[in-house]
T-cell receptor
Framework: KAGVTQTPRYLIKTRGQQVTLSCSPISGHRSVSWYQQTPGQGLQFLFEYFSETQRNKGNFPGRFSGRQFSNSRSEMNVSTLELGDSALYLC???????????????FGQGTRLTVV | QKEVEQDPGPLSVPEGAIVSLNCTYSNSAFQYFMWYRQYSRKGPELLMYTYSSGNKEDGRFTAQVDKSSKYISLFIRDSQPSDSATYLCAHVDYKLSFGAGTTVTVRA
């Protein structure tokens, strides 16, 4: 069974640009969550999607957005990139439905974003 | 205050030793916790999921929750160099609230 696939693995962008990251969940998983991992803040929750709807959102500025498609694939977008957006962006998929605890969330390898 | 606090270490042990990892949590209502392992340049890998108080064992790994002290622990018996990684504890509801992660090195 294929795991969570994130593309691209590495990205280098310039301040002020925008970026789109992609996540393909495990087959059958309809819940997709995004996390940001930095050395200073650790792993922080960005948002969660289920059936193309954003269900929950973390404490990040509006420059961070996402969407989910009918096949459960998800994308996240960061606009007007700042140096502090440099991080590992991780996607996790699970079988959890809205209202359920997100146990057994499986992570992808992540996309390493560097903003210069 | 973060929901889950974890000492980032680093922790270095000889091969075969018992690795003991601890986290504390802030809210006594928390019941569901998970442990992840993250190798360098990889995504976190689910190790174990525990609920409420008590122990859960899976091979060389034992997870423990002590609600009275709001402590969660992970023990790795007979540690191997391949166990060298960062270990992350997390509280689970609709999202995962992670501790900082503890970096463990098992010396051959």
């Amino acid at each position: 069974k294929a795991g969570v696939t994130q593309t691209p693995r590495y990205l280098i962008k310039t301040r002020g640009q925008q970026v789109t990251l992609s996540c393909s969940p495990i087959s059958g998983h309809r819940s997709v969550s995004w996390y940001q991992q930095t050395p200073g803040q650790g792993l922080q929750f960005l948002f969660e999607y289920f059936s193309e709807t954003q269900r929950n959102k973390g404490n990040f500025p509006g420059r961070f957005s996402g969407r989910q498609f009918s096949n459960s694939r998800s994308e996240m977008n960061v606009s007007t990139l700042e140096l502090g957006d440099s991080a590992l962006y991780l996607c996790a998929s699970s079988l959890a439905s809205p209202g359920q605890r997100n146990t057994e969330a499986f992570f992808g390898q992540g996309t390493r974003l560097t903003v210069v | 205050q973060k929901e889950v606090e974890q000492d980032p270490g680093p922790l270095s042990v000889p091969e075969g030793a018992i690795v003991s990892l601890n986290c504390t949590y802030s809210n006594s209502a928390f019941q569901y916790f998970m442990w992840y392992r993250q190798y360098s340049r990889k995504g976190p890998e689910l190790l174990m999921y525990t609920y409420s108080s008590g122990n859960k064992e899976d091979g060389r790994f034992t997870a423990q929750v002590d609600k009275s002290s709001k402590y969660i622990s992970l023990f790795i018996r007979d540690s191997q160099p391949s166990d060298s990684a960062t270990y992350l504890c997390a509280h689970v509801d609709y999202k995962l609230s992670f501790g900082a992660g503890t970096t463990v090195t098992v010396r051959a």
